[in-house]
């Protein structure tokens, strides 16, 4: 595996030829075969063309753009390749990268004292946080993960610097330095709320400093969840959200003690919520927007759900992290019924992989678990497609994280953050060669494209992502 570096503009035009899938609804994949793609400079696509092989694309597709033949790289999929949309992980934390599988028979707020916390702290250490967040970056890059919401710490050099590294990798990166002034060890929380919202700004400036138009990374206000932010931490934050327009990310309604802790800290007498219930004390901390990822909603009362699909918030759903924590089973179907928008997060390292694919997967079995405790047992209804999985991993991300019109299907006007999938195709002699070994997907040739895409989110990995760009540029490539 290696990564390549390309952080100045791509100076080449790009054709793209073979198989794209992508999702055209929630439940429907849509497959373009023997297709031409173009992307322009500025990794914008400027053509979807259907039955175009290379011959037609120079004749038609070129001389319409005025593109010069030399001007293209011409990059084609091969048998049992397909292009996908690069995935979007609307959840994950960078610091906590080398904890992955590693949380013993612990629950969330054991865990985070017990494996958590130390290892945020010792991010402080320079050298450290950049061993850490460079690999991190790789690794997720190398799954597919084109675009990454992450929780950096709650120190601002190393918060910073994960910006620098996701920038100079070419990762779309919502960086958030993380906001903590109560119920923390002394060694890991910030001093005052007033000290919390000066080193947040810093990390926003800087940001706006390397990224200007924000447009590859951006700053996302971060309190890390209600019970380790003070009341007027909490205001300030939100306060801060509404000046800057900026997004926020926090978790909400995990683990039934977290609940029961926020329940106690926060009573509307305090707030001036109507009830003390976790979704009320965000909203009346100006904190749940529009703009709002909140990882979990596992536990969410119909009132909560109500409230956060009226604000318009955002659901990152977080299979691997909920199993692995014993957090419970989010009822997704449930939330999507409501209109709220969902997207997967790894939420590494209470999830245990740094792949979306594993989360897609993930979602599926945890919502046939959802199916056997609802409406007597084993309802249809809350059971997740491979479709809607994927459309979590893709659509759905990108406007959890705000950026949908831009990412998430391959579309004239869309920019070209995509994904070279490479399945095995076996020979007669039952041997898989060249490029595609490897893999844990085995493809015989009589499959259907829906099963060869549903053997994919079961059993592939990153022996399965060939190459990955992100506007264009390749920021990865399998070797
Ligand atoms: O999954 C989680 N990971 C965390 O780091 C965290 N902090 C608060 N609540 C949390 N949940
Ligand atoms: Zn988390």
Redesign the pocket.
């Known amino acids: 595996m290696r990564i390549v570096q390309r952080n100045g503009p791509d100076a080449r035009r790009k054709l793209f030829l073979g198989s794209f899938v992508h999702c055209k609804a929630l439940d429907e994949l849509e497959y373009l075969h023997n297709a031409a793609v173009a992307v322009d400079k500025e990794g914008t696509i400027v053509a979807v063309e259907r039955e175009c092989d290379e011959v037609r694309a120079r004749e038609t597709v070129l001389p319409r753009l005025g593109w010069g033949e030399d001007e293209v790289e011409v990059v084609k999929a091969r048998e049992g390749q397909f292009f996908f949309p690069g995935f979007i992980d609307t959840?994950l934390?960078a610091s906590?990268y080398p904890n992955v599988g590693i949380f013993g028979k612990s629950t969330?707020l054991d865990?985070?004292n017990t494996y958590?916390f130390p290892l945020?702290a010792s991010l402080a250490d320079p050298a450290r946080a950049r061993q850490v967040y460079a690999r991190v970056i790789r690794k997720t890059l190398s799954h597919g993960t084109t675009c990454a919401a992450y929780?950096a710490t709650i120190d601002v050099p190393s918060t910073n610097l994960l910006a620098d590294l996701c920038l100079a990798a070419g990762q779309r990166a919502l960086v958030g330095r993380?906001c903590?002034d109560q119920l923390s060890p002394d060694y890991y929380r910030d001093a005052t709320p007033e000290s919390s919202l000066a080193y947040t700004r810093a990390s926003i400036a800087h940001i706006r400093t390397i990224d200007p138009s924000l447009s590859l990374i951006r700053p996302i206000i971060t309190p890390?969840?209600a019970?380790?932010c003070s009341l007027p931490l909490l205001r300030q934050l939100g306060a801060l959200a509404q000046e800057t327009r900026l997004p926020i990310q926090?978790?909400i309604s995990?683990?039934p003690s977290?609940i029961a802790l926020v329940q106690q800290l926060f009573p509307p007498s305090a707030t001036g919520a109507p009830d003390n219930s976790y979704a009320s004390v965000y909203d009346a901390a100006g904190l749940l927007t529009e703009r709002t990822i909140l990882?979990?909603a596992v536990h969410l009362t119909d009132a909560e759900a109500d409230l956060v699909a009226a604000r318009g918030a955002k659901i990152s759903h977080?299979p691997c992290?909920n199993s692995a924590?014993a957090?419970g089973a989010a009822r997704v179907r449930w939330l999507l019924d409501r209109g709220i928008v969902c997207g997967l997060g790894t939420?590494m390292?209470?999830?245990f992989s740094p792949s979306v694919l594993e989360a897609a997967r993930h979602a599926v079995l945890v919502s046939r678990h959802v199916s056997f405790t609802t409406a007597g047992g084993n309802s249809e209804r809350e059971k997740l497609s491979v479709e809607e999985v994927l459309f979590l991993a893709t659509r759905g991300g990108a406007e959890v994280v705000g950026l949908e019109g831009r990412v998430g299907k391959f579309e004239v006007g869309m920019e070209w953050d995509a994904q070279l999938v490479g399945l095995g195709v076996v020979g007669e002699d039952g041997g898989v060669g060249g490029e595609d070994e490897g893999g844990n997907v085995d493809v015989f040739g009589w499959e259907s494209w829906p099963d060869r895409v549903a053997k994919w989110v079961y059993n592939g990995d990153d022996r399965n992502t060939k190459r990955v760009w992100v506007r264009g540029r390749l920021v990865h490539e399998r070797r």
């Open positions: 959840h934390h906590q969330l865990w985070l958590t945020e929780y993380v903590m890390r969840f019970p380790s926090t978790h995990e683990n977290e990882a979990h977080c992290s924590l957090s939420d390292s209470g999830g």
